[in-house]
């Protein structure tokens, strides 16, 4: 394989930076055992906030961005289509939500899970689970 090709370029150094996409199957875990944010039942899905940072061809949001939702109003949800429209009818502030729970999962302190930045080659973690690359803010 060509040298080249194997060095990955930091994109979060640039002047016009690209968002990280943080990957975290600990933290989905910890939001998909909260209870839906809707009806309070258990079973959660963790669902990505799309409209939390720009559209990438194929990729989703980070998984800071995440909340619990059950699979009726998962579903219901991805259905209606225009998800800001559909929190607010609800009128819960997702975002809000969603820093609440990653804060909250970086407080808990030490705990194994398997975090990487998107389209990098995974790094060693420290004790809070993050990569040493940084952070920024499975199931769709």
């Known amino acids: 394989m060509n040298a080249d090709r194997q060095?990955?370029?930091?994109?979060?150094?640039?002047?016009?930076?690209?968002?990280?996409?943080i990957r975290n199957s600990g933290h989905l875990a910890f939001?998909?055992?909260k209870p839906c944010l809707i009806?309070?039942?258990?079973?959660?899905?963790a669902h990505h906030l799309k409209f939390a940072q720009p559209t990438?061809?194929?990729r989703k949001v980070s998984d800071e961005f995440t909340v619990p939702?059950?699979?009726t109003h998962h579903r219901e949800l991805h259905q209606h289509g225009d998800e800001r429209v559909w929190w607010a009818a609800?009128?819960?502030?997702?975002?809000?939500?969603a820093e609440e729970l990653w804060q909250s999962r970086r407080a808990a302190g030490p705990s194994p899970m398997t975090q990487r930045v998107e389209g990098s080659i995974p790094q060693l973690h420290?004790?809070?689970?993050?990569?040493?690359e940084?952070?920024?803010s499975a199931h769709r």
């Open 39 to 45: 009806c309070g039942r258990n079973r959660a899905h």
């Open 69 to 71: 939702l059950c699979s």
């Open 126 to 132: 420290d004790e809070a689970g993050d990569s040493e």
């Open 56 to 58: 990438a061809l194929g």
């Open 31 to 33: 939001v998909a055992s």
């Open 134 to 136: 940084g952070l920024a």
């Open 90 to 97: 609800h009128r819960i502030d997702a975002l809000k939500v």
């Open 7 to 21: 060095e990955r370029v930091d994109k979060s150094a640039l002047a016009l930076s690209e968002p990280r996409r």
